[in-house]
């Protein structure tokens, strides 16, 4: 449990983050557009994480699973990806 | 019939039996991640295959109020979390508001969810016989709404069963005696409420906010 406090800026955070992630969408920056809008919802996604889902003062097995679910969603997206985006033709 | 212990026995103390039962929810939410993991590549693979026409298809979806409809999943987020703070601090009336007001922030997701669904339906946007797309390429922007519809049709599910729970939670908070066993399931149900707050946080650039800038 952390104080209200806390919870408070991390929901000002995640309201300031959704401004812009919106705002840049619709600056245009070429291919980093979608690149952007990721990194904003990486940032919004590991505050929710570390924060409201206390992984932040966890048990470090209860870490070590958190980080294996999202390692194993990238060994996924990764070798998927090294195959569709080095297609020629 | 005896009452059932406040510690089961195979564990050592609380703390213990507390860890379990929040490392059994990670492991089902890793199975979650990889759930709507392989939804999202399905989505990149056919986004590198058709990038023009994505961005097209994104531009007739209803950007304002999906951006609305984002701050009130975010909201409900942090009421949750106020939810599981007032389990804990075993305030009875507090965790029962919070859990209904968290509830209904979740119902309001799912009701403009439907505006949304009944305006694109209206629009022929919907993958069935009566599809209809007046842009070059048909076929991909079929495929766009086609993925719109399952990956949050799959999250809308997500969120039903969420306000299920919380429902029957706030009955629960208001009516046993032993309100201080339920602090690990409030906590749990936050943990489930908040990834699928997360999935949402990545369909709705990716839905919502393709090629705004052209």
Same mark, same amino acid.
């Given at each position: ?6 919870y408070l800026q991390v929901a000002g955070a995640l309201f300031g983050l959704l401004v812009l992630t919106v705002a840049a ?6 291919? !980093?557009?979608?690149?952007a809008a990721?990194v904003i919802s990486l940032a919004k996604a590991a505050l929710i994480?570390?924060f ?27 070798? %998927? ?9 | ?20 039962? %929040? ?7 890793? %199975? ?18 058709? =990038?023009?026409? !994505? ?12 951006t609305?409809?984002t701050a009130?999943?975010l909201l409900?987020s942090f %009421? ?57 390429? =048909? ?9 719109? !519809? ?51 946080v990545?369909?709705f ?10």
């Amino acid at each position: 449990m952390s104080p209200i406090k806390t919870y408070l800026q991390v929901a000002g955070a995640l309201f300031g983050l959704l401004v812009l992630t919106v705002a840049a969408a619709y600056v245009n920056l070429g291919p !980093f557009n979608t690149a952007a809008a990721m990194v904003i919802s990486l940032a919004k996604a590991a505050l929710i994480v570390l924060f409201f889902m206390h992984v932040r003062r966890a048990h470090p097995l209860i870490q070590l699973f958190v980080v294996a679910g999202f390692f194993w969603l990238g060994i996924m997206l990764t070798l %998927t990806l090294s195959d569709f985006l080095t297609r020629h033709g | 019939m005896p009452a059932e212990p406040a510690i089961a026995h195979q564990f050592e103390d609380a703390a213990q039996q507390r860890d379990a039962s %929040t490392l059994g929810m990670w492991v089902f939410l890793a %199975t979650e991640v990889l759930f709507f993991g392989a939804l999202f590549l399905g989505y990149t693979v056919y986004r590198l295959r058709f =990038p023009e026409v !994505f961005r097209e298809a994104s531009g007739h979806t209803l950007v304002v109020v999906g951006t609305l409809n984002t701050a009130v999943l975010l909201l409900s987020s942090f %009421t949750m979390v106020m939810a599981v703070r007032a389990a804990e601090l075993k305030r009875r009336l507090s965790l029962a508001g919070l859990l209904l007001l968290t509830a209904g922030l979740g119902l309001t997701f799912l009701g403009v969810k439907a505006f949304e669904y009944a305006h694109e339906i209206h629009e022929g946007l919907f993958p069935n016989a009566s599809f209809q797309f007046a842009g070059a390429d =048909p076929l991909g922007a079929r495929m766009f709404f086609y993925l719109y !519809f399952l990956m949050t049709g799959v999250h809308a599910l997500h969120v039903t069963i969420g306000i299920v729970m919380l429902g029957i939670f706030a009955l629960r908070a208001l009516l046993t005696p032993r309100l201080e066993r339920l602090h690990t399931p409030v906590d749990l149900l936050g943990l489930y409420w908040h990834f699928v707050d997360i999935v949402w946080v990545f369909l709705f650039p990716l839905i919502y906010l393709v090629g705004r800038h052209t």
